[in-house]
């Protein structure tokens, strides 16, 4: 599955319509990060590790978060206080006590980790990431 992606000539996001909602300001990531823990930062930095030979990835910055598209957004990682909020989208319920929160979500099912330090961060995380990916 292949969408023709489209650029908003205003932010330079690739959004799915020249008519979607979209925070139409370029933020620049880093920024997400100021007066945040050191762990989160880390935690981000792994996550993009995880992602970096993924073919065909935009990650964008908005108000509050980062954006991981393929076709459509598969990942969004917002920087908590104490905490990395990772969401991802699933088939199926995701039955894991470590999950913050699955929930249907649109058609879809919605997990939520939080994640305080890079050592939360497990391979069956990133199984998680990579079936989102894939059904993006």
């Not at 908003?8 to 959004?15: E, G």
């Not at 058609?107 to 990916?133: D, T, V």
Request: glycine share 2%.
């Amino acid at each position: 599955m292949n969408i023709k992606k489209i650029i908003c000539p205003n932010c330079n996001r690739t959004i799915r319509s020249l008519n979607s909602y979209h925070y139409c300001k370029e933020v620049v990531i880093d920024d997400l990060f100021i007066k945040k823990n050191d762990e989160i930062v880390l935690v981000f930095d792994r996550l993009l590790q995880i992602v970096a030979d993924w073919e065909g990835i935009e990650i964008s910055g908005t108000k509050n978060c980062v954006v991981f598209v393929r076709n459509k957004t598969f990942l969004v990682a917002k920087p908590m206080t104490k905490f990395l909020e990772i969401k991802f989208y699933a088939n199926n319920q995701i039955e894991d006590e470590e999950l913050y929160k699955c929930h249907l979500w649109n058609s879809k099912y919605e997990g939520i980790l939080r994640i305080k330090n890079e050592n939360e961060l497990k391979p069956k995380h990133a199984q998680y990431f990579k079936n989102s990916y894939l059904i993006s």
